[in-house]
């Protein structure tokens, strides 16, 4: 199994707005585990812990989002902006054991 931690650094005042409308768009996303926000480290920081079975899991998850579907338009227009909540991200990927 993997666990993937999304990091964005958000800007002032927008880290709790960018985790709810990333709860928002994933729900019932079964990769999901949690949405978390800093309470001490860096400030300002949104974590997105995701978990795959293997790399290749995690690699064909990305094809959903790709596709232009439905739900993907309305994803799309739910995070319109997204991009300037936030100065900085980077992408974790574990390995569990």
Known sequence: MIIVH????????????????????????????NIM??????????????KFENLTAYEQSWEK???DTKA???MSETMK???DMYFTGSREIFQVW
């Open 81 to 83: 902006g997204y991009q």
């Open 72 to 74: 993907m338009k309305k």
């Open 6 to 33: 999304d990091i964005f650094i958000c800007k002032p005042g927008n880290a709790s707005k960018l985790a709810k409308m990333f709860k928002e768009v994933m729900t019932g996303n079964d990769e999901l585990v």
């Open 65 to 67: 989002y790709k596709q």
């Open 37 to 50: 926000t800093d309470m001490t480290g860096q400030y300002n920081k949104v974590v997105m812990v995701s």
